[in-house]
């Protein structure tokens, strides 16, 4: 069963704005990621933060965690057009052999 | 970075018939590959987890006889829907993972195969 609630569902704003989209979870994770999907493909893996981590950055992106809310949040600075995808997370616990359970996913449309 | 193929990318069968779709991580060895579903904008369900050299581990809810799973290589997975019908069409997806748990557990997806059972 899938584990990862988003909000917002869904995200529209324009070029050059900030993209925040939220994660929650039910049970304790060996990490947790956050995936990008276009329209109709698969998906991307954009960054991975441990479960001791807080915080990580990759480019454009920030990814926060915090273990005591089961809860992560994604943040796109300066968005683009070509950041216009579903963005998911997914967790991974512990002797699970590898699953991913993701989330429901967030729609972010950036409009130029 | 590490790439996986999936084909075919869409497919359209009569009801009735057999529809395999194939996984292959082109630049590494996967041990384990994973079949996902997934229906129009919602997220994936994972379907099963497919290991090289033994059985696939079904969900709970997935039919093992309607959803074969073949890992037969270190680099090749399949996935047959036995007898499709309608409901059977959906959005499915691979992923190859190249590491272990923890740290190094990411997947890495195929494109797709769109299945649409007439």
């Known amino acids: 069963s899938q584990q990862g609630e988003e909000d917002p569902q869904a995200l529209s704003i324009q070029e050059g704005e900030n993209a925040t989209m939220n994660c929650s979870y039910k049970?304790?994770?060996?990490?947790l990621q956050w995936y990008r999907q276009n329209s109709g493909r698969g998906l991307v893996h954009l960054i991975l933060?441990?479960?001791?981590?807080r915080e990580k950055h990759s480019g454009r992106l920030r990814v926060t965690l915090d273990t005591s809310k089961k809860s992560s949040s994604l943040l796109i600075t300066a968005s683009r057009a070509a950041d216009t995808a579903s963005y998911f997370c997914?967790?991974?616990?512990?002797?699970?052999?590898?699953?991913?359970?993701f989330g429901q996913g967030t729609e972010l449309s950036v409009k130029p | 970075g590490a790439v996986v193929s999936q084909h075919p990318s869409r497919v359209i069968c009569k009801s009735g018939t057999s529809v395999k779709i194939e996984c292959r991580s082109l630049?590494?060895?996967?041990?384990?590959m994973f079949w996902y579903r997934q229906f129009p904008k919602q997220s994936l369900m994972l379907m099963a987890t497919s290991n090289e050299g033994s059985k696939a581990t079904y969900e709970q809810g997935v039919e093992k006889d309607k959803f074969l799973i073949n890992h037969a290589s270190l680099t090749l997975s399949t996935l047959t829907v036995t007898s499709a019908h309608p409901e059977d069409s959906s959005f499915y997806i691979c992923?190859?993972?190249?590491?272990?748990?923890?740290?190094?557990?990411?997947?890495?997806f195929g494109a797709g195969t769109r299945l649409s059972v007439l």
């Open positions: 933060i441990r479960s001791n981590e």
């Open positions: 992923s190859a993972r190249v590491g272990r748990q923890g740290a190094k557990n990411i997947q890495y």
């Open positions: 049970t304790s994770i060996n990490n």
């Open positions: 630049d590494f060895q996967a041990t384990t």
């Open positions: 997914a967790t991974e616990r512990g002797n699970q052999g590898g699953k991913l359970i």
